[in-house]
């Protein structure tokens, strides 16, 4: 089998993994920004241990905490003119992927000049960057090990991607505590998010012997914790298998990319505000269906560390996703033709036409 891996970031798992290895990121300088939204970097105790194994390392730091869920691109300009006129020479983000994924733009646009209309074309970068220090406070989105940041992107109405080597993050530093303060939505909303990466990823035509093995250990480590993600009561370990089964699937996206289930979802999240996870949530035991008519064997496959048929699946997500969002025909017929025409479609081995599309969308709604 022809593949490529290739995994650069550092990645220290434990409890109290940051306080205890913070000499991994004393030779980045002497001041970090760190990256976060409002309340998570505090509410999760992450910001504390960042602060204290800051002082460990006698750096100094700024703190920039204006991320919003969806970040733009205006914050990531504004957040990039902050770490410049503040002097920092690392970044350090603390949150779920959307603090993550602001900060990899902002350390990017605070070392080399790049006009917003050139953000996503990455083949136009210098290799100037500012060290990324990760520290995830969801399991769900693995950004803390790939190579995309995933912005708002008015402009194209969707969510567009940086995708570039250059800001894969140089260390993340993987604790299940951190997620002890999420709610049970965020908390399910997010695992489904990565349960999507690994699936998307076995489903992907890049998919390899190495990527395969981490989204099928990905998704049996997520399975395991199902019954209590419907009850909203997980157990230290299971935050802690939660945690590395994400940072798993990003180790998988980071090789495969995504696929339709993503493409789909980025209209639900931009035009319906519904949140990223839940949107692939969502799409996902549909286009399951869907490729299971034209490739039985692949989803067979894919189900097996679920030990479930493609429509037992379905009632798990059901239950986990309760009551869903409304679409009317016509937003239907903009998100099927919005996602007809991204280029991540082909990415899929069982690429789903305009048609199919439409009729996932359909019959995920139930309309
Ligand atoms: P998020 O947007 O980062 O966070 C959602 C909410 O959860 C925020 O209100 C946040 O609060 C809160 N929160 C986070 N951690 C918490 C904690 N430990 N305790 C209490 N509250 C907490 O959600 P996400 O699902 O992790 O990230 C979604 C973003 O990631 C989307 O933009 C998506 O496109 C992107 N994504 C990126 C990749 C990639 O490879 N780069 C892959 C998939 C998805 P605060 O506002 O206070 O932080
Ligand atoms: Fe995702």
Do not use: W
């Amino acid at each position: 089998m022809k593949f490529n891996f290739f995994m650069p970031t550092k990645v220290i798992s434990g409890e109290d993994c940051i306080v205890q290895n913070s000499e991994a990121f004393k030779a980045f300088g002497k001041k970090a920004v760190i990256v976060c939204g409002k309340h998570s970097a505090e509410a999760s105790g992450a910001l504390s241990d960042i602060c204290k194994a800051i002082k460990k390392n006698q750096q100094d730091f700024c703190i920039y905490n204006k991320i919003m869920s969806n970040p733009t691109i205006p914050c990531v300009y504004d957040g990039a003119e902050f770490a410049k006129s503040n002097g920092a020479d690392f970044v350090i983000a603390i949150g779920g992927g959307s603090p993550m994924d602001a900060a990899k733009a902002i350390s990017l646009t605070a070392a080399q000049n790049i006009p917003p209309e050139q953000l996503f074309n990455s083949s136009e970068f210098t290799d100037k960057i500012l060290p990324l220090v990760f520290v995830p406070t969801t399991a769900g989105t693995g950004s803390e090990v790939t190579q995309y940041s995933i912005l708002t992107n008015d402009t194209a109405q969707t969510k567009t991607s940086i995708a570039s080597q250059l800001i894969f993050p140089k260390i993340a530093f993987i604790d299940g505590k951190y997620t002890e303060s999420l709610s049970k939505k965020t908390t399910v909303n997010t695992a489904i998010d990565a349960l999507s990466h690994a699936i998307e990823g076995i489903l992907s035509v890049r998919a390899g012997t190495i990527s395969d093995a981490l989204a099928f250990k990905s998704i049996e480590m997520i399975a395991s914790c199902f019954e209590s993600l419907k009850k909203g009561k997980l157990s230290k370990e299971q935050r802690t298998i939660l945690i590395e089964a994400s940072t798993m699937a990003g180790m998988v996206i980071a090789q495969t990319g995504t696929t339709s289930v993503h493409v789909m979802g980025y209209s639900l999240t931009y035009f319906k505000d519904i949140d990223h996870g839940r949107a692939n949530g969502l799409l996902l035991g549909k286009t399951l269906k869907f490729i299971e008519k034209k490739n039985p064997e692949l989803i067979k496959k894919i189900l097996m560390p679920l030990n479930m048929s493609c429509d037992k699946f379905q009632a798990v997500l059901d239950e986990l996703l309760g009551e869903k969002e409304k679409l009317t025909e016509e937003e239907i017929l903009k998100f099927t033709e919005k996602a007809s025409k991204n280029k991540n479609l082909c990415n899929g081995k069982v690429p789903p036409n305009k048609d199919d599309i439409y009729m996932i969308y359909k019959t995920s709604f139930q309309l």
